[in-house]
């Protein structure tokens, strides 16, 4: 264990000393601050006979599609408008009034549209809520792209095609990656508020059933299971990135 | 042979038309090294990017071996003032683009390519991204890159205007090198006459506002020159007498 990951455990073991001491000594009921042994508790029933793991994959199921499909428009849709201005012109402003709706304010519809399907419904929330980031980002990183390095594959003999292909996207990846991060971590908060509507299983909609019984013990342990997995998605593409634009040196 | 013919080139705005070209001429004769000098606002780049098809004249027209030029082209190549490799391509993936864009196969490509680095004796850098070189390494790569696809024609902008003193008269000698080798017409753009009388066969001194030629010297000393012989301080005091009253009218 070398000094920095002893950095990385001051906050989070400072947070645990006090979660402690607070229920140690009794000063406010358990629904108010469920106590840390009481959660540690249900997490390991949770664990043991397996029910979190039913309600973490459906979540990811809904996640990874609705963000597929997000990054599947989401990408092509925004270096067509950041290379075209015509396409821009054509496409922004229907975009930027859809964008300010959050995506919570779909859930009415998504609930008439795709009533039948466990995944659909809330993987359309997901979808909506990561689809902007990622149009966005996509854009600014094409329209990003010096016109330096286009010229320079102009005069080195390459077409319109192959300066799209081979020059515009590798040189607005950064941007690309970093809208998929934002897209990714926002589709997973839209993901567990699009849950509550209702459906059997999805961490979101584990916390809202332990809330309605009042087992606030177990909301916690919801909300923490959703912490710590998009912390573990992000760093996965945050290492995904690293390694995908090493050119970029430190 | 390259041929400008009245070249052109006013840029229209709101408030005021400026004169970057007014009806320059000049001809080129094959492998041929021809420095273009001026003061700053002079056109020189915009005559580069005419030539290179980057920019369009507003009248007159440039021919290459009796062909007009309206767009980019494999026949010229252009090396940038500014670090142009593109920084996701390793070395030989940046000098062998002009070939992959062609078509031609991995192998054959990375071939051609290795044959370029053999040249500037940069053979264990082919897999190194731009970030990992020196300037004067990514200028090196970004000649190659322009040469490989047998230009007839080497455009140059200021490729060493970033570089510091001492990389840049290396430089110099090992463009020379490249040029005895390659046999290429070059145009080179710079705002150094030292450099430009250490390299060129012609210098064309040019004028600013409206920019046209206005002088052309013959350099007829031997390769490799000696920068502080005396022919070339003579040389260089007539180019820099003519520059010197280009500058107090571009003063004023």
Redesign the interface.
Known sequence: MNARWTYYLVLPSFFIVIWYAVSKAQLYPAYIVPPLDMVIRSFSELVGNGTIFQHIYWSIVRVIAGFAIAAAIGIPLGISMGWSNTMMRLVEPLTNIIRQIPPIAWVPFAMIWFKAGVVESSAFIVCIGAFFPILLNTISGVKGVPV??V?????????SR?ILA??VV??S?PNILSGLRIGLGIGWMSLVAAEMMGQDYGLGSFILNSSTVLRMDRVVVGMITIGFLGFLMDRIFKGLESSLL????R | MLILKNVTRTFISKENNINALEKVNLEVKDKEFICILGPSGCGKTTLLRII???DKPTAGEVLLDDIRVDK???D???V?Q?Y?L????TVIDNIA??L???GVDKKERYESAREYLELLDLEKFENS????LSGGMRQRIAIV??LI?NPKLLLMDEPFGALDAQTRNIMQAELLRIWEKKHKTILFVTHSVDEAVYLADRIVVMSARPGTIKEIFNIDLPHPRIRTSQEANLIRDRILKSLGTEMEHAKK
């Open positions: 330096l390095f010229e320079s594959a102009y005069t080195l003999g390459a077409n192959q081979k020059v590798p040189a990846m090493s050119w970029r040196g | 290179a098809g980057l980019p082209g494999q010229r190549g252009m940038f500014d142009s593109f920084p996701w391509r683009f002009g992959e864009v062609l991204f731009p970030y990992e890159r322009a696809n």
